[in-house]
């Protein structure tokens, strides 16, 4: 079956533009999480939708990134004037349950702010 | 301290060794752990889960001691194809995953 899709796979965005990342999690799968991964680092939880609902997002940088989930499948995360620290690669992953369940990740979005 | 911390090695080790690796977590209220491995460029992959009792893969061996609080993954008769960077994952109870920074293993021929 399908996994985890995500697109763009790279994006390179001059300083100050706004991005928008999206991903396709598994059919079914009811929950939805972003991450960011930078350089030889493990990836750092951003934010988490259960079906439509935002349930957290702590994990959130700054109010330059924003994420959506309107009809609980596709997800779009947003960052608006985006930075140099902003890049790295930003990670979806879904799962069927919540948290204590296995989550399954797509292939990533590598962005890189020029 | 850091939430999960793991050595970030790399470890260099010949085909057909066995390689272990600990990962250490600061909160001990943490419920559910696994292992991921990622690969140069990739997204990361579940390995297996990690049970109270311990459990076992083929040649993969995750182990729990939470008196200690960590967790460990045993590699036998490591392949070329295990090269790769391993991500212990910790739950903290009410919390989302927490990943550690991940352990490099290369196996050489």
């Known amino acids: 079956g399908a996994g985890v899709s995500q697109s763009p796979r790279y994006k390179v965005a001059k300083r100050g533009q706004d991005v928008a990342l999206r991903c396709d999690p598994i059919?079914?799968?009811?929950?939805l999480f972003w991450y960011q991964q930078a350089l030889g680092q493990g990836p750092e939880f951003l934010t988490y939708?259960?079906?439509?609902?935002?349930?957290?997002k702590s994990g959130l940088p700054s109010d330059r990134f924003f994420a959506e989930r309107p009809e609980g499948s596709v997800s779009t995360l947003k960052i608006q004037r985006t930075q140099q620290e902003d890049s790295a690669v930003y990670l979806c992953a879904s799962s069927f349950g919540g948290a204590p369940y296995e989550q399954y990740f797509g292939p990533g979005t590598r962005l890189t702010v020029t | 301290r850091k939430e999960v911390e793991q050595d970030p090695g790399p470890f260099n080790v010949p085909e057909g060794a066995t390689v272990a690796f600990n990962c250490t977590y600061s909160n001990s209220a943490s419920q559910s752990f696994f292992w991921y491995r990622q690969d140069c460029r990739k997204e990361p992959k579940l390995l297996m889960s990690?049970?109270?009792s311990g459990n076992e893969d083929g040649r993969f061996t995750a182990q729990l001691n939470r008196a200690s609080q960590y967790i460990s993954l045993l590699i036998r008769d490591s392949k070329l194809s295990d090269s790769a960077t391993y991500l212990c994952v910790v739950i903290p109870y009410g919390q989302n995953f927490v990943f550690g920074p991940g352990t490099r293993l290369s196996v050489l021929p």
């Open positions: 990690v049970y109270s």
């Open positions: 939708f259960q079906n439509e609902a935002q349930l957290d």
């Open positions: 059919s079914g799968h009811v929950s």
